[in-house]
């Protein structure tokens, strides 16, 4: 698959993440607390969308770090919490997948060695 597929499923993916965990939290209806959560909980995905943007390699390197934090709270909440585990499932999920198209962008970019 192409860097330039790739770029493009990892800002997709980047936003179904932001609007599941944003939507998570909006289950137990809209308060100016839960707004303060899921703001709070989706920064770390926002910092790297200008580099996905500008497709800087260096972004896609650290924004792998930024995904760690949902597969823990998917794994956390799934099994904490199992009568609700349609969210943290599809957190997981899209957590898994962002963390994998990551690094599928990063061997796709690489810089070839010329003297190959």
Wanted: charged share 10%; aromatic share 12%.
């Amino acid at each position: 698959m192409s860097a330039d597929r790739l770029s493009t499923i990892t800002v997709g993916l980047t936003f179904a993440l932001i609007a599941t965990v944003a939507g998570w939290q909006f289950t137990g209806g809209v308060s100016m607390q839960r707004l303060l959560f899921a703001v709070v909980l989706t920064v770390p995905l926002w910092a790297p969308l200008r580099g996905f943007l500008r497709r800087t390699r260096r972004t896609y390197a650290w924004a792998t770090l930024c995904v760690i934090p949902y597969f823990i709270l998917g794994v956390t909440e799934a099994i904490a919490n199992p009568q609700r585990r349609v969210w943290p499932a599809l957190c997981l999920a899209l957590a898994l997948t962002l963390f994998v198209t990551l690094i599928l962008y990063l061997r796709a970019s690489a810089p070839r060695d010329a003297s190959s």
